[in-house]
T-cell receptor, first 117, second 109 residues
C-alpha cells in the first residue's frame, strides 16, 4: 500500500492482559515513530526507530511498554499488564529518515484505538 | 524538550477565514507543521514551513511564521464545513516532533 497501515484498528482488552499493536510503515522509510493520543490530549511521543540505530525510548511511560522493529520495516508496540489509563489511540508514523527537507515529514497511520476495561 | 501550545477551540461561520495560532519555545526548531485530524481518522499533513521562511501559501492555506516571537499561524480562507477538524501544530527539533494539543475548529453553516 501507499501509506502507513496499522492493525488492529480497534482493540478491547481486560485490565492485566498484554496487547500487541502492529505498524507497517511506508516502504523505504527508515524512520518509524510511535505516539499515543489520550482523549482530549495532544500527541505524546513514545519511541523512535531510525535504521539500525538503537531506538530512542525516552517517551515510553513505563517498563510495561516496549517496541520492536524487525528487519527495519514492521514494528510492534507491546503493552504488558494493561491498565485502564493505557486506553488511548496509538499512532504510528514513518518518514524517509534522511536529513533535511520535506523528506523528514512524518506520515501517519490511522491509529489503533485501545480500550482497557 | 520543546513546548508547543495552541488554543483549544475555534468557531467560525462558513465562508469566513479561520486563523489558528501556535507558539513554540525552542528557536532551533527547523520545520513547523500543520496537521489535520478528522473524526475517526489519523493525522493528515496539511502544510509545513521551514524556519527561515516567514510565509507560505498553498491554495486556501496561508502559514505565517514569526520566528522572533516563536509564533506560527494557519489561516484557512473561505472556511467550509469540511474543514471542521482538529488542527495540530508541530515543531521539528532534531529527530523529534513536538505536537501541540490541537485546536478544534468548528465551522457553522
Amino acid at each position: 500500500g501507499a501509506g502507513v497501515s496499522q492493525s488492529p484498528s480497534n482493540k478491547v482488552t481486560e485490565k492485566g492482559k498484554d496487547v500487541e499493536l502492529r505498524c507497517d510503515p511506508i516502504s523505504g522509510h527508515t524512520a518509524l515513530y510511535w505516539y499515543r493520543q489520550s482523549l482530549g490530549q495532544g500527541l505524546e511521543f513514545l519511541i523512535y526507530f531510525q535504521g539500525n540505530s538503537a531506538p530512542d525510548k525516552s517517551g515510553l511511560p513505563s517498563d510495561r511498554f516496549s517496541a520492536e522493529r524487525t528487519g527495519g520495516s514492521v514494528s510492534t508496540l507491546t503493552i504488558q499488564r494493561t491498565q485502564q489509563e493505557d486506553s488511548a489511540v496509538y499512532l504510528c508514523a514513518s518518514s524517509a529518515g534522511t536529513s533535511g527537507g520535506f523528506q523528514e515529514t512524518q506520515y501517519f497511520g490511522p491509529g489503533t484505538r485501545l480500550l482497557v476495561l | 524538550g520543546e513546548d508547543v501550545e495552541q488554543s483549544l477551540f475555534l468557531s467560525v461561520r462558513e465562508g469566513d477565514s479561520s486563523v489558528i495560532n501556535c507558539t513554540y519555545t525552542d528557536s532551533s526548531s527547523t520545520y513547523l507543521y500543520w496537521y489535520k485530524q478528522e473524526p475517526g481518522a489519523g493525522l493528515q499533513l496539511l502544510t509545513y514551513i521551514f524556519s527561515n521562511m516567514d510565509m507560505k501559501q498553498d491554495q486556501r492555506l496561508t502559514v505565517l511564521l514569526n520566528k522572533k516571537d516563536k509564533h506560527l499561524s494557519l489561516r484557512i480562507a473561505d472556511t467550509q464545513t469540511g474543514d471542521s477538524a482538529i488542527y495540530f501544530c508541530a515543531a521539528h527539533n532534531f529527530n523529534k516532533f513536538y505536537f501541540g494539543s490541537g485546536t478544534k475548529l468548528n465551522v457553522k453553516p
